[in-house]
């Protein structure tokens, strides 16, 4: 029959374009190449089960008047002509279908090894550890005296310059102006203020200061931060204050890091998996 060869036809180009689509993978990939190679796949075996149900299964059913026939009883206790020859081609083409489905189902599993490793406590870690020296994006150490008034520098941990993690905002404010309580008022040496650039909404840069107004603004989703009371937000959808480094002095009097954040850095739903309330 034409329509079950072609149901077959359809199964095995199926089956072997999803095995060819995992030797591409595995040899390095070609997008273009597994995309045509996923399109034959997956309308092979569409195909295949489209004309399988309309032509093969569909059995219209006409009757024709006739008298009553009585078979010789040798006759009645064996097999219908043709039956086991049906049988045996449904049957084969149910292997076939059951072995294009399932090398498909393969090869759709065979990208999730490029996921990677789990992120693990990345998300709640930083390149910054006590000692570690604030350098600006040019790699130089910076002392407080090099932070002018009314400005803000992105620094980095020394020997980590452009770490996305590490990114760090750093200011120096009049005497007297900031309103900090607790730890988070002994970490501002010579009145020098550092809080993570990530925004705690959806982890753009932070990078717009309004020093009028003592704000840190987000321009992505217009996130607003008071640097005077810890980057508590004051606007925005950001529900999180920006951590603060924690910073001192050397012996050489540059700034330095007395340690990491003390809350993780980024976006609130980060910290979901930890059930953290911040």
């Not at 095995?19 to 595995?26: F, H, K």
């Not at 045509?36 to 004309?51: E, H, M, S, Y």
């Not at 130089?140 to 980095?156: G, K, M, N, Q």
């Not at 937000?233 to 540059?254: I, K, M, S």
Request: hydrophobic share 40%.
């Amino acid at each position: 029959m034409k329509a079950e060869r072609g149901v077959q036809l359809a199964f095995v180009l199926s089956t072997l374009s999803s095995i060819g689509l995992v030797i591409v993978y595995v040899r390095g990939g070609d997008p273009q190449l597994e995309g045509l190679l996923l399109g034959a796949a997956l309308g092979g075996l569409g195909i295949g089960i489209a004309v399988w149900a309309t032509r093969l299964m569909h059995s219209p059913e006409v009757t024709e008047d006739r008298e009553i026939l009585v078979s010789p009883a040798e006759d009645a206790a064996g097999p219908l002509e043709g039956e086991g020859e049906a049988v045996t081609r449904r049957s084969a083409l149910v292997r076939m279908l059951i072995g294009a489905g399932g090398t498909l189902t393969a090869a759709l599993a065979i990208p999730t090894l490029s996921l990677g490793p789990t992120p693990g406590s990345s998300l709640r870690q930083t390149k910054w550890t006590a000692g570690t020296r604030l350098v600006s994006a040019a790699g130089r150490a910076l002392r407080p005296a090099d932070i002018p008034f009314e400005a803000v520098i992105t620094a980095f941990p020394e020997d980590e310059v452009g770490s996305a993690d590490s990114q760090t905002v750093v200011l120096r404010l009049r005497s007297g102006l900031l309103q900090l309580e607790g730890r988070a008022a002994t970490w501002t040496p010579e009145d020098c203020v550092a809080y993570s650039k990530i925004c705690t909404h959806a982890g753009c840069p932070v990078g717009l200061y309004r020093s009028a107004a003592h704000e840190l603004l987000c321009p992505c989703h217009q996130s607003t931060f008071d640097v005077l009371r810890g980057a508590v937000p004051v606007f925005g959808p950001a529900a999180r204050a920006l951590p603060q480094l924690p910073l001192g002095l050397d012996d050489e009097g540059y700034l330095v890091a007395l340690g990491d954040f003390p809350e993780p850095v980024g976006p609130s739903f980060w910290n979901l998996e930890r059930g953290d309330d911040e």
